[in-house]
């Protein structure tokens, strides 16, 4: 790195190019935090995450225990090993709002006063955060697989995914249901990934099947379990039950993905690979901010206790993080601060991020060295 | 609230783009430098060889990155194409009767979606000029059509997507239709060009071709036919594939320009050669043409002429020739520059014409303090207190320069007497002398009770005097034999005749007139009991004053004085000035602060009347500076007031006030290089002229010399042109001021590919310390590679003193003055470096090495050295430690005595090892900082560390039980790529109640909680982080107090971080220092509020200063004033002032707060006086823009509009850490709101400029 910072101060190396590096190279090092974990809040499977967009700082997770908890990630308590942990600052408890497995959970993007959750229960609520309470709810009549509201607050449609052949937009202003756009055939994962401009009429753009009509029969076919705009809007990410993972463009009408890549999930030290293709796709994140400047990865969760790290444009495989002892559900990116959380069907949140990263203060060595008499590995001088 | 003032005092002077076309008439051929947000016009003098600015330099409202002329066939001028660094395009047109830059288009270009490309956009321009494209998105092409007829002529088209995601460069074919070629690169590294029909709707493929890998340059040839120019090759493409192609020497190419469009290119590579490509129907050949300044772009001027713009050295401009020279001539003004070593080459077909001083890139710089100036009179040169040293340029031309604000005097004669009051000089020619005209210099000193008269001969008189050398070297000056001159009383004036063959001395009892011999020839005296008190005495002229009676005498034929005319006055006189410019008024200053014009020969009240100055006026001067005509008037206060005088001497037409200093003000005109400037002197003594680059404004450049309290010019001397007589602390000198100019820049230039890394002054042993990474041989004679080398050399001569140097593939990376580290020595220097051994991607282990100088055996030894497991980002000195910034972590080092003996002697050889025996550098402290601390400062216990991609991170230093402990305070949570940090020292005790500006209603509705509690409070740590998107954040930390309560019950709590300001400079500041450039001077009108804390360097070669503004209120008054200024008065290009200084980085985009632009707040001076009325009220938007109108185009509704859209997406203000920003000031009244004048204004802008 010395040498990239010297030629960026003499100008012969850009900014730009300078930052790809590094982050690269500081992604690549993402490992278990040592000095943060989250709080256990939940008892059963934790199936969606979201952290806000405006400060970074308040991150939300529901499951299938039907509690939805809101913790504040700058405010930590000291445990006994000296690491912060995050407590939840405020939750809804269990089958206060929703009665059944909340599928999925987001922002609003413009502000934090406000989130929405989908659920199988058949609704998509919509949520006060800072009281806490519900402020309006969509029944859609059969359960709710996923929603996702704007990504810039721009609008205030919320499209919401349930077990019907069709997509419906749900209306923040009026409260009702503004469009529905057909979707698949009822009840079939198809494996196709559908694009449409709901501005127009015939709104559906294209469908996109790449490799997987190559397969006769439908049944063989590998059910898209994940989705995920790029953060330009230029591209879309989809992610398939049997580890392929596919980058398409969306400005022009693509045949072929611009990446078609298969993730290996093995991690070497032998943890069974086991699938769960339920009915709930597996989350997965972007992680494009000024820390990782020009770098695009995201995360993948895999089904088994890993999550993988993946670079969009090139569709290399950057890493396989194992920390969970239950299959991953979904997984969270803190823009700005270089941390990753993740959680799984063991109720876990956890926190990633670059060892370098951590500040340990005196007593943290200290309750570390005590724990783990190996320390000392810097050396004699540091 | 403590605003932060920030002002480039050397501004960048890296060339980021530049054209050549006929922009300001269809005979001019003009070159346009773009460096950063300025444009610079210039005509190219062919027969001189040499530009010729036209008009004053433009600002732009962005850093400009591309510019192209355009040349539509309907236009007898070209227009001129600039886009901004922030996706902005404008065309400009020059109006010739106004001399101004018309905005004829302008806008932005924006996609919802789509990601911006890395680096900076790509452009072209059609060769007919009816379009441009940009590529500013990956994949996303944006085409202008461009319409020469009318007004706003350019007409946006849809955007296209491209496949091309990796676009690196393109161009449109010269043919009939629009037709764009696109060279892009693959996932896999394959580089391919393809073209395009560029329809209004979509753009259709045409062909595709794959080119060399390293290919990076795409020009059009005509006929459907591209030249591709790449590292190593250069090759004709068509729609058939590739057509031929020649290999030229590896290297990057930097530029190409055209020299005769599709015949002959010319390419200038990474390594500073120049080639020229010529395409002819047999083939492609590449033809050497030789070196020239590594180019960041190029623009043929025709006749030969080309300029080579750099971005990391002076530019040039050269002249191509067809042959050969063997022995170029360098051009005078290029003799002694940095770039002479490099064009002097033989064998070059490059004739140097003019060369461009530039910093860029500032990659280091230091600040000499104390200690500085040990070699003051030794001659010229060397590192004075006050002065900046930086290290600039890479590669080819690198060089240390040394940067001093104000006006330098090298002194040229230290006369033997003290107790001066006053001097004259007068130069006598002999008349009466048979044959050659013998001329004598003669000084007069006035004494508290008694004259002296000292006299050197010129050449020419046959005398025991001889000339300069034996002068400066002996100071030998006969003293006059007492003849005629009055030497028993003090002289009140003294000056030659107009014939030059008489002196006048002016006493108290008498006026003598003098020959050559110093004969008293002639007498007038006084009337008996009226002494006279004040005289002033300019050629023939003699004006006299006793009391309140004024009388003229004339000197008749050098033999006879006589009294022409007497007059009273109601008051008493203090001071007299007859030099008028037209010998027909004298300015007499009475003791009750009236100051009159009285005409000559009759002394009657001239038309003129001077409005009161509060003062009494104890200096006088009438000169014409500039074009203009001032009345100038220096007050017993230390106030300088400047009169402009209409043309008719009939009236006052400007009447500005400054505070030099706080004793009584000497003015004295002197020619300095054909120039007349002003000389005041007091206690802060400064020179006055007028600017050219800034209307003819008088501008003051301060006196770098001691207190100077009397000044004389000695004119028509031979052998000292241009000398001044000098007192200061009563002793008598001469010396010879340096061009005037307020920032005096002096290029020490190294040999190539040593340019240094890091600087530090060591005022001990008045050296200078550098390390930079040399190509060459070891010492030992091993194969040529990069080898670190530590060096010293000396603050005079700039000589290398001694050296170290490193192990193989160890490199330098930080460097610090260690004086203070319990050495019982001095002169000692700490180095920090890494290494990267191969295979390796990063530093693994590095080494911290303390040298000292030794001045006394003149050697450099390696006293201590310690290895640590990474690379030394950073070294500071903290409290006689160290303090080091080793990979990820912070390590305190500190000197001490050995516990084990050291196991090799010291070598006492040559290589400059020479260990402490009894002494050793250990680590006390070692703490996890971040990913990597690259930068770090002190301020007081607090430790503030820059992270390479995770802002700034705050440790305080406590020791407990003997135990030193870096105990984490605070950490800002924003990824923010910081490339410098610094620490703000706390605000003054009496500017504490201040800081707070006073209520106004409820504009400013957001109040700021933070500021108001902890925040606000003087307790907190300050500092500015410079990031690596060009923009500028200050943060604050609560104080030591404020977290003592926390940390007693929770030591490892991190409390959380303020953010103060956010800025955009648009460039990177590579260093940020502690010091100032000009020298603490008390103003009586701000005392204190303005203070210059830090220099920052930047990437394109700018220095500026950082100063805290600890008043609120001025502060606001500041900031309403840089609003109206961007709101009323219209750039070029009319791009949005609020989103040039936008805060911006990949994260994030919001408005700028906390700081003030003092680059556009300093241009208020240079407003005409309607204009600055306007600006300062505010609320004649429209009036003023139409007034302004000839300094910009007219903003119509659709720009309005374009503005208003923008800046609605900025509505929600930004939250930060529960501390919102100011809601940023609209366009206000200040004198309504603020309830101060304009001179208060006026006044409080001039002493803004003073602080650089």
């Known amino acids: 790195m010395s040498g990239i910072v010297r030629n960026r101060a003499s100008g012969v190396v850009s900014a730009a190019a300078m930052q790809r590096a590094v982050s690269t190279k500081v992604l690549r090092s993402v490992a278990l935090a040592e000095t943060k974990r989250v709080s256990r809040a939940h008892t059963a499977p934790v199936h969606c995450m979201a952290i806000d967009k405006v400060e970074h700082r308040f991150l939300l997770s529901a499951g299938a225990d039907t509690s939805i908890q809101l913790f504040d990630l700058e405010a930590t308590q000291k445990t006994d090993t000296c690491a912060s942990q995050i407590e939840p600052a405020h939750h809804i408890p269990a089958e206060s709002g929703h009665t059944r497995l909340i599928s999925s959970i987001e922002w609003y993007a413009a502000d934090t006063g406000m989130f929405s959750t989908a659920s199988f229960d058949h609704t998509v609520r919509i949520w006060d955060a800072v009281e806490l309470t519900e402020a309006c709810q969509f029944d859609l009549g059969s359960r709710v697989n996923s929603h996702r509201m704007s990504a810039t607050g721009s609008h205030s449609l919320i499209a919401a995914a349930d077990e019907s052949p069709y997509i419906r937009l749900c209306d923040l202003a009026t409260g009702a249901f503004a469009q529905t756009v057909s979707a698949h055939a009822q009840g079939c994962n198809d494996g196709c990934l559908k694009l449409w401009d709901i501005r127009r009429a015939d709104s559906q753009l294209y469908s996109l099947d790449a490799g997987n009509s190559l397969s006769t029969n439908p049944s063989k076919r590998a059910a898209i379990s994940s989705v995920l705009f790029t953060e330009d809007g230029c591209r879309v990410v989809s992610a398939r039950s049997d580890h392929r993972v596919q980058v398409w463009s969306v400005t022009n009408f693509p045949i072929e993905p611009l990446v078609d890549c298969h993730i290996s999930i093995e991690t070497g030290i032998g943890s069974s690979a086991f699938l769960s293709p339920g009915p709930i796709g597996a989350s997965m994140t972007s992680a494009v901010d000024g820390t990782t400047a020009g770098s695009e990865v995201m995360f993948i969760p895999n089904g088994n206790t890993t999550v993988a790290m993946v670079d969009i444009s090139s569709g290399q495989q950057v890493a396989l993080l194992d920390g969970h002892f239950a299959p991953t559900t979904c997984t969270a990116w803190r823009v700005g601060h270089l941390e990753l959380y993740t959680s799984g069907a063991d109720s876990e949140i956890i926190v990633w991020c670059p060892p370098a990263n951590e500040a340990l203060s005196d007593a943290q060595m200290e309750a570390r060295a005590d724990a783990w008499s190996d320390d000392d590995s810097d050396g004699p001088n540091n | 609230m403590q605003y932060q003032y920030v002002v480039s005092a050397h501004k960048s002077s890296a060339v980021s783009a530049c054209a050549s076309g006929r922009f300001t008439s269809p005979q001019n051929d003009n070159l346009i430098v773009a460096r950063g947000n300025r444009l610079e016009i210039t005509c190219l003098d062919k027969a001189a060889g040499a530009l010729t600015p036209m008009g004053s330099e433009h600002r732009l409202n962005g850093h400009i990155a591309h510019l192209f002329a355009l040349q539509p066939a309907d236009r007898p001028t070209a227009l001129l194409l600039a886009l901004s660094a922030k996706q902005q395009y404008a065309v400009l047109s020059w109006d010739a009767a106004s001399g101004q830059v018309v905005t004829e288009g302008a806008g932005e270009i924006s996609e919802r979606t789509g990601r911006r490309r890395e680096g900076r956009s790509l452009a072209a321009v059609d060769a007919q000029s009816r379009a441009f494209a940009v590529c500013a998105y990956q994949g996303i092409v944006h085409v202008f059509a461009v319409d020469a007829r009318a007004r706003r002529g350019v007409r946006a088209a849809p955007a296209h997507f491209i496949d091309e995601v990796r676009a690196l460069d393109m161009c449109f074919l010269a043919g009939d239709t629009l037709e764009l070629a696109v060279l892009s690169e693959d996932a896999e590294g394959a580089r391919r060009v393809r073209a395009y029909a560029v329809g209004a709707e979509r753009m259709e493929e045409l062909w595709v071709c794959a080119v060399d890998a390293a290919a990076t340059h795409v020009v059009a040839l005509g006929g459907g036919r591209l030249l591709v120019v790449g590292d190593d090759a250069v090759s004709v493409v068509g729609s058939g594939g590739r057509v031929r192609g020649v290999a030229r020497r590896a290297a990057r190419v930097a530029a190409v320009a055209w020299v005769e469009r599709g015949a002959r290119l010319l390419v200038a590579d990474s390594d500073g050669l120049l080639s020229l490509v010529v395409v002819r129907p047999a083939g492609v050949f590449v033809e050497r043409l030789g070196a020239a300044p590594v180019a960041s772009a190029l623009a043929y001027l025709g006749d030969g002429c080309v300029f080579v713009g750099s971005a990391c050295g002076d530019s040039l401009l050269a002249r191509l020739r067809s042959t050969p020279s063997p022995e170029p001539q360098l051009p005078a003004g290029l003799a002694g520059s940095v770039l002479a070593q490099r064009v002097a080459t033989g064998d070059s077909f490059i004739e140097p014409l003019a060369a461009f001083a530039c910093l860029a890139p500032l990659v280091d710089l230091c600040v000499a303090g104390q200690g500085a100036g040990k070699g003051e009179g030794g001659g010229n040169g060397g590192v004075a207190a006050g002065s900046v040293v930086t290290c600039s340029g890479h590669r080819t031309t690198p060089s240390i320069r040394v940067v001093r604000n104000g006006v330098g005097v090298e002194p040229l004669a230290q006369l033997d007497c003290d107790g001066v009051a006053r001097t004259w000089a007068l130069t006598l020619a002999d008349s009466t002398?048979?044959?050659?005209?013998?001329?004598?210099?003669?000084?007069?000193?006035?004494?508290?009770?008694?004259?002296?008269?000292?006299?050197?001969?010129?050449?020419?008189?046959?005398?025991?005097?001889?000339?300069?050398?034996?002068?400066?070297?002996?100071?030998?000056?006969?003293?006059?034999?007492?003849?005629?001159?009055?030497?028993?009383?003090?002289?009140?004036?003294?000056?030659?005749?107009?014939?030059?063959?008489?002196?006048?001395?002016?006493?108290?009892?008498?006026?003598?007139?003098?020959?050559?011999?110093?004969?008293?020839?002639?007498?007038?005296?006084?009337?008996?009991?009226?002494?006279?008190?004040?005289?002033?005495?300019?050629?023939?002229?003699?004006?006299?004053?006793?009391?309140?009676?004024?009388?003229?005498?004339?000197?008749?034929?050098?033999?006879?004085?006589?009294?022409?005319?007497?007059?009273?006055?109601?008051?008493?006189?203090?001071?007299?000035?007859?030099?008028?410019?037209?010998?027909?008024?004298?300015?007499?200053?009475?003791?009750?602060?009236?100051?009159?014009v009285l005409t000559l020969p009759a002394l009657g009240r001239a038309a003129l009347r001077v409005p009161a100055l509060g003062a009494p006026a104890r200096s006088l001067l009438l000169c014409t500076l500039g074009s203009a005509c001032y009345l100038l008037v220096g007050t017993g206060d230390g106030r300088l007031h400047q009169l402009a005088l209409l043309d008719s001497f009939l009236g006052v037409r400007d009447h500005r006030c400054v505070t030099l200093g706080v004793q009584p003000l000497l003015l004295a005109p002197f020619w300095n290089r054909g120039q007349l400037n002003v000389f005041a002197a007091c206690d802060h003594s400064a020179v006055l002229f007028a600017a050219p680059a800034h209307r003819g404004r008088l501008m003051y450049a301060n006196v770098d010399a001691p207190e100077i309290t009397c000044a004389a010019p000695v004119v028509g001397s031979a052998e000292f042109p241009d000398a001044l007589c000098l007192v200061s602390g009563g002793r008598l000198w001469v010396g010879r001021p340096d061009p005037v100019q307020r920032l005096h820049v002096r290029a020490w230039p190294l040999p190539p590919w040593a340019a240094p890394h890091r600087i530090a002054f060591n005022g001990a042993v008045y050296a200078l310390a550098t390390t930079h990474e040399a190509v060459g041989d070891a010492a030992g004679g091993d194969a040529p590679g990069e080898f670190g080398r530590l060096s010293v050399l000396s603050a005079q001569s700039m000589g290398v003193l001694g050296s170290v140097l490193l192990e193989p593939f160890e490199m330098p990376e930080s460097l610090c003055v260690a004086d203070g580290l319990d050495l019982r020595r001095g002169g000692v220097f700490a180095m920090g470096s890494s290494v990267v051994l191969p295979g390796d991607d990063d530093a693994r282990s590095g080494r911290v090495l303390l040298a000292q100088w030794d001045e006394r055996a003149r050697r450099l030894l390696v006293v201590g050295e310690l290895a640590v497991l990474g690379a030394v980002y950073a070294l500071a000195p903290f409290r006689g430690m160290l303090v080091a910034a080793v990979g990820s972590r912070l390590l305190l080092l500190a000197w001490q005595k050995r516990t084990q003996p050291l196991a090799t002697a010291a070598s006492t050889d040559g290589s400059g090892w020479a260990l402490d025996a009894g002494w050793e550098l250990v680590v006390v402290c070692s703490q996890q900082a971040q990913i990597a601390a690259l930068s770090l400062c002190i301020s007081g216990d607090t430790i503030v560390v820059g992270d390479v991609l995770a802002s700034a991170a705050v440790f305080r230093y406590r020791e407990d039980g003997g135990r030193h402990r870096l105990v984490p305070v605070a950490r800002d949570a924003a990824g923010v790529w910081t490339t410098a940090v610094a620490a703000l020292p706390p605000p003054l005790p009496q500017n504490r109640a201040l800081l707070a500006p006073p209520p106004v209603d409820m504009e400013m509705s957001v109040r700021l909680p933070m500021f108001d509690q902890a925040f606000a409070s003087a307790e907190c740590t300050r500092f500015v982080v410079a990031d690596a998107h060009h923009n500028i954040i200050r943060i604050a930390v609560p104080g030591a107090t404020a977290t003592a309560t926390v940390s007693s019950e929770d030591a490892d709590v991190e409390g959380r971080t303020a953010v103060e300001a956010r800025w955009h400079l648009g460039d990177q500041i590579n260093v940020i220092r502690a010091g100032a450039l000009v020298m603490d001077i008390p103003d009586p009108e701000f005392p204190d509020f303005l203070r210059p804390h830090l220099l920052f360097g930047t990437l394109q070669g700018a220095l500026g200063v950082m100063a805290s503004v600890e008043n609120g209120h001025i502060g606001r008054i500041l900031d309403r004033l840089q609003t109206n200024l961007a709101h009323l008065v219209p750039t070029p290009g009319m791009w949005d002032y609020q989103k040039w200084r936008a805060y911006k980085s990949d994260q994030r985009e919001c408005m700028a707060f906390g700081v003030l632009d003092g680059d556009l707040i300093e241009t208020f001076l240079d407003l005409p006086t309607e204009i600055q009325r306007k600006v300062f009220t505010g609320n004649e938007t429209a009036t003023a823009i139409a007034a302004a109108a000839a300094a910009g185009g007219d903003p119509s509704d659709s720009e309005r509009e374009r503005k208003l859209e923008y800046w609605s997406r900025y509505e929600r203000v930004e939250v930060e850490s529960a501390c919102t920003c100011l809601a940023v000031l609209g366009v206000s009244n200040i004198a309504l709101k603020e309830n101060v004048d304009l001179d208060f204004v006026m006044r409080l802008v001039e002493s803004l400029t003073r602080l650089h």
């Open chain 2, 433 to 596: 002398g048979s044959g050659c005209a013998q001329r004598r210099v003669l000084m007069v000193a006035s004494l508290a009770a008694a004259s002296r008269v000292l006299a050197w001969a010129e050449p020419g008189d046959h005398g025991e005097m001889a000339g300069r050398a034996e002068m400066a070297d002996h100071v030998e000056m006969a003293e006059l034999a007492p003849c005629g001159w009055a030497t028993d009383r003090p002289t009140l004036a003294a000056g030659a005749t107009a014939s030059g063959g008489c002196a006048v001395q002016v006493t108290r009892d008498h006026v003598t007139l003098l020959d050559f011999s110093g004969r008293a020839v002639a007498q007038w005296p006084a009337a008996p009991g009226q002494p006279i008190s004040v005289a002033a005495v300019s050629g023939d002229a003699v004006v006299v004053a006793s009391g309140a009676r004024l009388a003229l005498l004339h000197v008749r034929g050098d033999a006879s004085v006589v009294c022409v005319s007497e007059c009273m006055l109601p008051s008493a006189v203090a001071c007299i000035d007859v030099q008028m410019p037209d010998a027909k008024h004298v300015a007499v200053g009475l003791w009750d602060g009236d100051v009159q």
